[in-house]
């Protein structure tokens, strides 16, 4: 399966075992099966993804590796040692929720020196981590305030300094970055991989759930798409994004851009596509089609067009608006096209993810 | 239905309309009954109460006279009796507020994150059934329960232990109002316990706490204000109960309420009025006190 694949891909020098392995693990709640058999491998100082939609086991495969939940079946293994029966104050891990769950009633500074403070680090020690972390995550002098005076950007950094100043094994972050806007979750983003860059050195791996397809694509090593329980695919994000395996990732990790040609599955990435006014002749070939655009979505920097092709289904072509207009843009509603792409740019996928199991 | 512009044709759209434009208007159409309730009915008989209290009875004709005076709270303050009887009403109150909240809040605990949907509701049923029969039938049960022929010996000597030996005692009205009240703890201690995000647990365990350093560090202080709420009840209904020490305390064991009531009998209301002022300042400095540990402090 995937895993062997990338494991050499994988550089992971002088390190035997890796931080975080999952095998065979399966969490049911009554009859919803949350994670349905997921084998995983996440080497030491990697940033690793959990990608997925809602409900499709990501958070709960999250809160099994930090110990919230127990697997029904399977084993988790941290640094090579079982762990699967500890509860989470016996696990190297530490996590930044999603609602960040910062204790309302203690400053920044307590709630940052809280897992030392239950571990029994001295206070003069405890101040001068505290504060030499609080400096990393760019919040200095901020230790007196209490959470509910934060903006939600800087109490994401305490979330963060709070789980990174005790040196766990691996970080685990819960869509982190969830709940900021737009700009600040961009700005966060590169915050984020500054801060893991820092702290690669001290050996923290970062295993991040995010639903996001761009934000895992910009920020992983590698990642997992996850669906219905099970993971569909693990790799870099190039590899995920240029050679999806099935349809579901293909449509997950971008657009689903799905032809069928003589009974095989191909996707083709909306951005490879060239869109030319010449629909006169039908054409249904392995790099090309004509259609007529149904839809026009103007996007300030780049336009969305749906197109129907002649021999049914749809494809999506993004397009720059180098030397288009809105009003050009949203003119070639109903216009018919021809769309053209390379060979190497359509790539064969399954159509079922039951195949790709029955190879595992 | 009301176009934009189109004239307001029924008398309730114009009405309500009206009252738009006027929030003022729409604010005093809706305090004014309980403003007015609060003004007359419960302030009026506070601050008569104080009043009364700097006044006096004619030894003779028993008749109140207005002139005003501090010998009642002198007398208070000069006789022994009554520091005394002070002194076990608090000392109960407290005895039953900590017994309270010793008793609530793993119940409330399991309540607001244990139990299941099914089992909170009965657990809820259970705690407020007491409320829905007399407070005074309630008493007379338990009076029934600690009789020296009572339910209780009778089990006691059934398997061969001595009596009890609590009825007519202050025991026995610490248990009584420790029951009486308990609901009064439950309630406001599980609605801060239910309002802790379960992600603050897991967080003080993530970062290495066990069971009772979460307990201590996180749950406590977040659910300070909800044991707060309830020993605000629990003390001060106590403070001013009189019929549990009437009818289950025994000899020597009257609370202040008590002295009010035989007082106003007998008639004094004047002294009755001032005594009733101890448990009024009593419950002050009591959330004073509260205030200064920040039980009120919302996060």
């Known amino acids: 399966m995937a895993i062997q694949e990338h494991a050499a891909a994988v550089l992971t020098a002088g390190v035997d075992a890796p931080d975080v392995r999952l095998v065979g693990v399966r969490k049911a709640y009554g009859d919803v099966v949350a994670v349905d058999g997921v084998d995983l491998e996440i080497a030491s100082g990697e940033f690793f993804t959990l990608l997925g939609p809602s409900g499709s086991g990501k958070t709960t495969t999250l809160r099994l590796i930090a110990g919230f939940e127990r697997p029904d079946e399977g084993r988790i293994e941290l640094a090579g040692r079982d762990v699967t029966g500890r509860p989470p104050y016996l696990r190297n891990v530490n996590t930044v929720f999603q609602d960040y769950a910062l204790f309302p009633h203690m400053t920044v500074a307590e709630n940052v020196g809280y897992g030392l403070r239950v571990r029994g680090v001295a206070r003069r020690d405890r101040r001068m981590r505290v504060d030499e972390i609080l400096k990393v995550v760019q919040l200095p002098g901020l230790g007196d305030r209490k959470p509910i005076q934060l903006s939600g950007g800087q109490r994401q950094r305490v979330a963060l300094a709070r789980a990174l100043v005790n040196h766990p094994q691996v970080l685990l972050l819960d869509e982190p970055l969830g709940a900021l806007d737009l700009k600040l979750r961009q700005e966060m983003q590169i915050e984020l991989k500054r801060i893991q860059r820092?702290?690669?050195?001290?050996?923290?791996?970062?295993?991040?759930?995010?639903?996001?397809?761009?934000?895992?694509?910009?920020?992983?090593?590698?990642?997992?798409?996850?669906?219905?329980?099970?993971?569909?695919?693990?790799?870099?994000?190039?590899?995920?994004?240029?050679?999806?395996?099935?349809?579901?990732?293909?449509?997950?990790?971008?657009?689903?851009?799905?032809?069928?040609?003589?009974?095989?599955?191909?996707?083709?990435?909306?951005?490879?596509?060239?869109?030319?006014?010449?629909?006169?002749?039908?054409?249904?070939?392995?790099?090309?089609?004509?259609?007529?655009?149904?839809?026009?979505?103007?996007?300030?920097?780049?336009?969305?067009?749906?197109?129907?092709?002649?021999?049914?289904?749809?494809?999506?072509?993004?397009?720059q608006n180098l030397e288009t207009s809105s009003t050009e843009a949203l003119d070639a509603r109903g216009r018919r096209v021809l769309l053209e792409w390379r060979p190497e740019h359509a790539i064969e996928t399954k159509p079922k993810r039951e195949e790709k199991h029955e190879s595992s | 239905m009301v176009e934009g512009g189109a004239p307001l044709r029924s008398a309730r759209l114009r009405l309500s309309a009206a009252l738009w434009r006027r929030p003022w208007l729409k604010l005093s159409l809706l305090l004014a009954a309980p403003v007015l309730a609060f003004a007359v009915v419960y302030l009026g008989a506070l601050i008569s109460l104080f009043v009364s209290a700097f006044w006096q009875i004619d030894a003779f004709t028993a008749a109140v006279v207005h002139k005003w005076t501090l010998d009642n709270f002198k007398t208070l303050w000069n006789d022994h009796t009554y520091w005394r009887i002070t002194g076990r009403t608090i000392g109960i109150a407290a005895a039953v507020t900590v017994t309270d909240a010793v008793l609530a809040f793993p119940l409330a605990y399991f309540m607001a994150r244990l139990a299941t949907p099914r089992l909170r509701a009965l657990l809820f049923i259970a705690v407020l059934l007491p409320l829905w029969s007399s407070y005074l039938v309630r008493i007379y049960a338990w009076r029934t329960i600690l009789a020296k022929d009572g339910a209780l010996n009778w089990v006691l000597n059934g398997v061969g232990l001595p009596d009890a030996g609590l009825a007519y005692t202050n025991r026995a009205m610490w248990i009584v109002f420790s029951y009486v009240w308990l609901p009064f703890m439950v309630l406001p201690v599980y609605a801060a316990l239910e309002r802790i995000p379960e992600s603050y647990l897991e967080a003080s365990q993530d970062l290495g706490a066990k069971g009772s350093r979460t307990l201590r560090s996180v749950i406590l202080p977040l659910a300070l204000p909800g044991i707060v709420a309830g020993s605000i009840f629990t003390f001060s209904l106590t403070l001013g109960d009189f019929i549990t020490p009437a009818l289950v305390g025994g000899a020597g064991s009257s609370f202040i309420g008590n002295v009010v009531h035989d007082k106003v009998g007998q008639p004094d209301v004047p002294f009755a009025a001032a005594f009733a002022t101890v448990p009024v300042v009593v419950m002050g400095i009591y959330l004073l006190i509260a205030r200064r540990l920040g039980a009120f402090e919302a996060v």
């Open chain 1, 198 to 319: 820092a702290v690669r050195e001290v050996g923290i791996t970062f295993v991040y759930v995010t639903h996001d397809q761009e934000e895992a694509l910009t920020m992983s090593d590698r990642l997992a798409v996850f669906n219905d329980g099970r993971i569909e695919q693990i790799g870099t994000p190039a590899a995920v994004y240029e050679r999806p395996e099935n349809a579901f990732v293909a449509g997950f990790v971008g657009a689903s851009n799905v032809i069928r040609r003589s009974g095989r599955t191909f996707t083709v990435r909306p951005e490879k596509i060239r869109m030319t006014n010449d629909g006169g002749t039908r054409r249904d070939d392995e790099n090309g089609a004509t259609g007529r655009i149904r839809d026009v979505v103007y996007a300030g920097m780049f336009t969305r067009y749906v197109v129907d092709l002649d021999d049914g289904g749809e494809l999506v072509v993004v397009r």
